[in-house]
Nanobody
Framework: QVQLVESGGGLVQPGGSLRLSCAAS????????MAWYRQAPGKERELGAR???????NYDDSVKGRFTISRDNAKNTVYLQMNSLKPEDTAVYYC???????????????WGQGTQVTVSS
């Protein structure tokens, strides 16, 4: 009943930029935290950035100063602007959201399907 759909991944050269988007749809009453995680080959999934409904943001040290997370509450969408990309940023990027649904007040964490980001020359 709730779906997260990511877009914007691709291949980019070192130093380049990409913008990821994640739109939530379905029986949504409200969304608290929205976040971007990433998982590199052979590694565990890790938090890159998160933003709460009021706009407060947190970043992992590995992306701080290069990535910017933002959201459009009216569109239930979260964005990740990635600048000065490095080869070590190569990973599958996943959107995650803490959603209160309209279905009997059920609240849960939902994941997108992931989008591949490859940084290579």
């Amino acid at each position: 009943q709730v779906q997260l759909v990511e877009s914007g991944g691709g291949l980019v050269q070192p130093g380049g930029s990409l913008r990821l988007s994640c739109a939530a749809s379905g029986s949504i009453f409200s969304i608290n935290v929205m976040a971007w995680y990433r998982q590199a080959p052979g590694k565990e999934r890790e938090l890159g950035a998160r933003i709460v409904s009021g706009g407060i943001t947190n970043y992992d040290d590995s992306v701080k100063g290069r990535f910017t997370i933002s959201r459009d509450n009216a569109k239930n969408t979260v964005y990740l602007q990635m600048n000065s990309l490095k080869p070590e940023d190569t990973a599958v990027y996943y959107c995650n959201a803490d959603i209160l649904t309209q279905y009997r007040g059920y609240r849960g964490y939902y994941w997108g399907q992931g989008t591949q980001v490859t940084v290579s020359s």
